[in-house]
């Protein structure tokens, strides 16, 4: 295993998804009180953990079920399922959901669009289980694939068993298998987002006091562009927000708070903007190398070429405590020797960043290019030297 140390090459932010979780255990700023059962802050554009509170304890998911529901949904749109001009019929079921609705009945068939905006800006139930029907033909087959999605994204401690969030025993979630499912959800489908922005919607024919989004940070922070609210009894007052602050000279960075279990609407909604709000001030962001800039040319053997540019096809970025910027070094740590033939994209070792003596991140590299295998004497030239080492 070789390891190389170089130093910190720019302080500027760029947003990218990089497999990253998770702050070491170094000298971190100590969150403010945040009056939830638990919660969770996430910077997406690093995909770091930045501050948690019990984030692994199971529970109620009430209405951010729908996140789910809106990820097959989505995915059923990219594979032309369905498309968002066709139109649903309502069944006896959907119309006679409890909860919050989006006055829709019987004798309506109703546009996916219009019943995307339902379910997402009204919290609608009813839209919610008409698109559960739409696209898996029944509520039972739909809560199957969402269980399958949910194991396929890797949320071990979550259970579904409907598709809109009222509580039903073992409808179990965790804030962190949440902050899995809401970066996925961006992530995945970004040409989508732009509902869980959307700041009032009514449908023509119901009521007018039903189209504000519940989401009040849509209305009170312009940063604030998603995601969803939820709540029941048993699940207090819960909100999945995300922002995306452009800071100067800095760039875009988008975090995302997970607040579960306040006592009221305003609470759920003053402790994500508090939660929030600390991750932009207590935290910088870095860019350490832009989208497919070598982090360095290792010494490759029996290829056309005797150098290997290696890196990441993204930017590769980090989150360190306000101040500690320029303390960073990094290290690439990868098997030697590397030997050809070598295909882009192919993963050749680790990036690791360090705060001093402890470990910030460890990011995947891989080869930024392709390199075929030398002739003959080549091969055979390198096949001495290596023996001889």
Known sequence: MKTVKTHLQALVLSAALVPVWGLAQIAQPQPPEIAARNYLLIDVTANQILASKEPDVAIEQASLTKLMTG???????????????????????????????MFIDPKMQVKVDDLLHGMIVQSGNDATMALAEGVGGSKENFVRLMNEQAKALGMKNTSYKNPEGLTEPGHLTTARDLSILATRLMHDFPQYMHYYATKQYRYPGTPASNSNNRNALLFRDPTVDGLKTGHTAAAGYCLVATAKRDMPNVGSRRLLSIVLGTASENARSGESQKLLNWG??????????????????????????????????????????AGSAGKLT??????????????KGQNVGSLKVLLGADTVAEVPVVALEDVPEAGFFGRLWDAIRLWIM
């Open 71 to 101: 990820y097959l949904v989505f995915d059923a749109l990219r594979t032309k399922k369905i498309t968002l001009e066709q139109t649903l019929p309502v069944s006896e079921q959907a119309w006679k959901m409890p909860g919050s609705r």
């Open 280 to 321: 932009y001030t207590a935290f910088d962001g870095v860019k350490l190398f832009d989208a497919g800039q070598p982090v360095e040319e290792a010494r490759l053997w029996k290829g056309q070429k005797d150098a290997l540019k290696i890196g990441q096809e993204s930017a590769i970025v980090v989150t360190v405590p």
């Open 330 to 343: 990094t290290q690439v740590v990868r098997k030697d020797p590397l030997v050809a033939p070598i295909a």
